[in-house]
């Protein structure tokens, strides 16, 4: 005697969405790196800035996948000022270039400060990986 199985398009349909979502799931939780620098901390091109003067950092990186990022500013001195943000649509690759786009406000005041860059890249529409770095310090005179 032969038993005949039948499988309904319902269960098919609920295993294909179990195997999605487990997709997604692992997706979320492996560890995935979009950007890596060259350093722990940023070097500065001038260790001595005026109120108002661009800021110059160099910055050292590979970036493994094609996404746009947002690169937010905050100046930081034991406060955090947030200097903007702007879109980043560079190809995956490796690059060595010096950032001056940002300015400091001409009401800074004198002392010791970093400058927080923070890079969001939304990936495939369903992961948004962070990833922060500080500059070295610098004086602002």
């Not at 649509?89 to 400058?115: A, E, M």
Request: charged share 15%; glycine share 6%.
């Amino acid at each position: 005697m032969r038993l005949k199985s039948k499988i309904s398009l319902a269960q098919v349909l609920s295993f294909l969405i179990l195997l999605l979502s487990l997709g997604i799931l692992l997706f979320q939780l492996v560890p995935m790196q979009v950007i890596q620098y060259a350093d722990e901390y940023l070097p500065m091109e001038k260790k001595q800035y005026s109120a108002g003067e661009v800021l110059e950092y160099r910055a050292e990186f590979c970036k493994s996948i094609d996404a746009v990022g947002t690169i937010t500013y905050q100046l930081i001195n034991g406060r955090s000022l947030l200097l903007g943000s702007v879109q980043s649509n560079v190809p995956k690759g490796c690059y060595d270039f010096t950032g001056s786009t940002v300015v400091l406000p001409t009401t800074t005041h004198k002392g010791t400060y970093r400058l927080l860059i923070t890079t969001q890249y939304n990936v495939f529409g369903v992961r948004t990986i962070t990833r922060s770095i500080y500059t070295e310090p610098f004086e602002v005179q």
